[in-house]
């Protein structure tokens, strides 16, 4: 007698309804990402280089668990919808984030409004 077992596997995704937003400073700003098929894992938050002045900042993780604001940031769940609200948008908030599935991701860029001089500055978009 022989066993014969079939795998099914089915094919995940990690999708955005959009791909990037413009938001302006000091505004809440959330966006979203679908998966299915696999397991969320987190947003990544961008990482930023050191500047002058300034020291290097991390990325950070953000996990589904994070539902309180830490840091301005929080995740919202519903089904398989993973909604990341950032409050109080600054400049150094602009940037890739990664929607992290626990096969596949995809990335969502925010650019911030900067139109001002001191704002430009602080970007290091000016001199």
């Known amino acids: 007698m022989f066993l014969f077992f079939l795998n099914c596997f089915t ?4 999708t955005l309804p959009v791909n ?8 809440t700003v959330p966006f979203s990402c679908t998966i299915t098929g696999e397991s969320f894992e987190a947003w990544v938050t961008p990482a ?3 500047r002058p002045g300034r020291p290097a900042i991390p990325s950070e993780r953000i996990p589904a668990s994070q ?9 919202s769940v519903s089904g398989d919808t ?9 400049v150094e908030d602009g940037g890739e984030y990664i929607c ?6 995809a990335v969502f860029t925010l650019q911030v409004d900067c139109k001002c001089k001191l704002c ?3 970007a290091g978009l000016s001199k």
Request: glycine share 8%; charged share 30%; proline share 2%.
């Open 11 to 14: 094919d995940g995704a990690v």
């Open 20 to 27: 990037s937003v413009k938001a302006q400073q000091q505004r």
């Open 48 to 50: 930023k280089p050191a």
């Open 67 to 75: 539902t309180e604001f830490v840091n301005r940031r929080k995740i």
């Open 82 to 90: 993973y909604e990341l609200t950032i409050a109080d948008v600054t």
């Open 100 to 105: 992290e599935g626990s096969v596949g991701s």
């Open 120 to 122: 430009l500055l602080k």
